[in-house]
């Protein structure tokens, strides 16, 4: 075994003069092709200390002549020279980043799926498919007078739509689970919403474990959006808690700065991607007991968001105030919730008491309950929530294919998703060029197709996918390189 274990020396003409900076410094030597850039590789492991790096790197630096000059490298440059050497592709690369940007465990795993070569090598594929398809019918427009075709234009067309109609449905599930992927890389956007003084603030206190946001029996504290970012069982979610929707109070008693935090809660929820509606068991206006309280603005509001197909989840705080009856009105309060929003999963309905947690947490109140309050219980669907919003889709087949295929389509990044619907578009006015307006029948002839122009639809199809895998024209290719390896 060669020794690698060596002293570094300041640059000198001999080495016992020079100075010593780092005396047990692992040096390793990797030859080409088979290391990380494709190229000769010297490693230098040293102690960490700020002062021996310095060094070492002056040292280094030192060493530069014009014969073998020597320079810092640009950023993300030596993952460019892997990318020219064959050892990595663009989706590898930008699995790469995600990885190593990754701060909860479900955007490291997004990221780890990505950096093996299966993802390109789907891309290379399809790409294939629609080039070899092409020189089909390109065949068709050099040879047909010269050469005898077991198939007529009109059916090798037909022949060729059937498989680029598989292939679109395809790309259109990996699209799909691409806007899924950016769920998980870039957060899940949750807005809470509901009337004044329901609890929201406590609710986004007790999941992020702090006082994120004010507490108080005052209706109408929180005037702005307050917004959290917090890693929710492995899903980075980003919580906004926003300001109570008022609509059936009294005109006067809503203030100018209160009424734009309720326009502002209102967008919030439009562009987030899950939605906790928050109600609360209140006092009955006769003072006789305690029910639910419902404001007619915030269950329009919700109404309004669940036929958008916007994901939600019901909590409703201050089942305390039930005492002992609470599991008993629990069960009532999911049957009148069901009838009242029915496109509402009756399993996202939480019935849950802030005010219980909380008393317990700080020692103030014992409880039985390996979950006081039932705020755990509700954590953990939010969390299951998370998971099916970003589950890959999966088609009726998918039996047939390798289920990890759909699995790493999460890893897809806006960059990939965006060239495959370009793919998509083209792929589409292929199928609008075959087919004429009648059936793909024998009763269409040559002369009702346009084979160039179709032609060149999957032409253009296949090089969306090469530029995806930077295996595309090198000016389109040179147009994303940049951006890529900086990141």
């Keep these: 075994m060669p020794r690698v274990l060596r002293a570094i020396h300041e640059a000198s003409n001999e080495a016992s003069k020079g100075h010593v900076i780092e005396p047990g410094a692992l040096v390793l030597y990797f030859p080409r092709p088979s290391t990380v850039t494709g190229e000769d590789v010297l490693e230098f492991h040293v102690h960490g200390g700020t002062a021996i790096v310095k060094a070492v790197l002056k040292a280094i630096s030192s060493c530069s002549s014009d014969r ?16 020219f050497n064959d050892r990595l592709d663009l989706p590898q690369i930008e699995a790469l980043g995600d990885t190593l940007s990754a701060v909860t465990e479900e955007q490291r795993r997004l990221g780890v799926q990505g950096t093996s070569q299966s993802v390109a090598k789907r891309y290379e594929s399809w790409k294939e498919l629609l080039l070899y398809a092409r020189g089909e019918l390109e065949a068709l427009i050099d040879f047909s007078e010269d050469q005898h075709f077991d198939e007529s234009p009109v059916e090798l067309a037909s022949s060729v739509a059937s498989q680029v109609r598989s292939l679109l449905q395809t790309i259109s599930y990996h699209s799909a689970n691409a806007v899924r992927g950016e769920l998980l ?8 919403i509901g009337s004044p003084n329901v609890g929201k ?13 004010i507490v108080s029996k005052e209706a109408g504290t929180t005037r ?3 917004e959290v970012g917090l890693d929710l069982g492995g899903f980075f979610c980003r919580f906004g808690d926003t300001a109570g929707l008022r609509q059936t109070s009294p005109r006067a008693a809503v203030g100018e700065i209160e009424e734009e935090g309720i326009k502002r809660a209102k967008a ?8 906790i509606l928050v109600l609360s068991i209140e006092p009955v206006i006769s003072g006789a007991g305690f029910d639910l309280h419902l404001d007619q603005g915030v269950v329009a509001t919700a109404s309004e968001l669940l036929a958008s197909g916007k994901n939600m989840i019901a909590v409703i705080n201050k089942m305390d105030n039930y005492g002992s009856n609470a599991a008993e009105m629990s069960v009532r309060i999911r049957q009148s919730m069901s009838e009242l929003l029915p496109r509402l999963d009756a399993s996202k309905i939480h019935c849950i008491s802030c005010q219980q947690a909380l008393q317990v947490s700080q020692g103030l109140q014992g409880s039985a309950s390996a979950d006081p309050g039932g705020v755990q219980q509700f954590l953990s669907g939010l969390t299951q929530t998370c998971k099916a919003m970003t589950s890959a889709l999966l088609p009726d087949d998918a039996q047939a294919t390798d289920p990890s295929q759909w699995e790493a389509s999460l890893g897809a990044t806006e960059r990939q998703r965006m060239l495959l619907d370009t793919c998509s578009e083209h792929l589409h ?3 609008e060029q075959v087919s004429t307006g009648r059936a793909e029948t024998a009763e269409m002839d040559a002369q009702d197709i346009d084979i160039v122009m179709a032609a060149e639809s999957l032409r253009s199809a296949a090089e969306c996918l090469g ?21």
Aim: charged content about 25%; aromatic content about 6%.
């Design 268 to 275: 919030k929820a439009l562009d987030s991607d899950l939605v």
């Design 68 to 83: 073998l000059p020597i320079r810092y490298a640009e950023a993300g440059e030596f993952t460019q020279r892997a990318f």
């Design 429 to 431: 006015k292929f199928l």
């Design 201 to 213: 603030s406590s609710i986004l206190n007790q999941i992020v474990g702090r006082n994120a946001a």
């Design 185 to 192: 890389r870039h957060g899940i956007g949750i807005s809470l």
């Design 224 to 226: 702005d959006v307050v």
């Design 467 to 487: 530029r995806i895998t930077g295996r595309g024209e090198t000016s389109d290719v040179n147009e994303v390189l940049g951006v890529v390896f900086e990141k």
